[in-house]
């Protein structure tokens, strides 16, 4: 498959201090770059998304960066809360229309 | 919640057999897309749906097929099911061919 692992990396921040979870994408031709967040028991939500031809985007407390050159990808989750702890997946338009995930980031907020 | 909805939320059946999954998209959404996600494989893309037909199409087995009704649900049929089917399946809908996609709250098959 095109995940790969299930140790999950996990970060755990303090509450009000920002979070950055990182993930490496491995296709150059993806138009676009896609962040999800899986809280226990739901199904992934949609939270931001950055075309290729952009170096940042922010959204409400969240911002993504995209380093092209080293096809690297960033989500930044300003004063992070207890209801942002959550599996976080990245993912790129590989093939198309079709989605490929990263194998995720658990995030731990501490109160 | 995402609107879009998903039935059975659990499923519980035997090796051999076949199911069907449900989704509901959300309204007005044409796409519906379907994913696996398995603790050995993360979430897989199985394949999508866009107005009735076909659109793209990922890992998805001989063995499961899918399709999109013209009221826009959607359903998933898995046959000869194995152990390792065991997964979360998820569906989810988007307006029309993007990647902002809405996901449903999961059906978890267990093939015992």
């Known amino acids: 498959g095109e995940s790969v692992g299930l140790h999950l990396p996990t970060l755990s921040v303090q509450e009000g201090d920002n979070s950055i979870i990182n993930c490496a994408y491995s296709n150059s031709a993806s138009d676009y770059f896609i962040w999800y967040k899986q809280e226990s028991g739901k199904g992934p939500q949609f939270i931001i998304d950055i075309r290729s031809n952009m170096d940042k985007r922010q959204g409400q407390r969240v911002t993504v960066l995209l380093n092209k050159t080293v096809k690297h990808l960033s989500l930044q989750i300003a004063a992070t809360q207890p209801g942002d702890s959550a599996v976080y997946f990245c993912a790129e338009n590989k093939y198309g229309n079709k989605l490929v995930f990263g194998a995720g980031t658990i995030l731990r907020v501490k109160s | 919640d995402s609107g879009v909805t998903q039935t059975p939320k659990h499923l519980i059946t035997a090796t051999g057999q076949r199911v069907t999954l449900r989704c509901s998209p959300r309204s007005g959404d044409l796409s519906v897309y379907w994913y696996q996600q398995s603790l050995d494989q993360g979430l897989q893309f199985l394949i999508q749906y866009y107005n009735g037909e076909e659109r793209a199409k990922g890992n998805i087995l001989e063995r499961f097929s899918a399709q999109q009704f013209p009221d826009l649900h959607s359903e998933l049929n898995l046959s000869s099911l194995e152990l390792g089917d065991s997964a979360l399946y998820f569906c989810?809908?988007?307006?029309?061919?993007?990647?902002?996609?809405?996901f449903g709250p999961g059906t978890r098959l267990t093939v015992t």
């Open positions: 989810a809908s988007s307006r029309d061919n993007s990647y902002e996609q809405y």
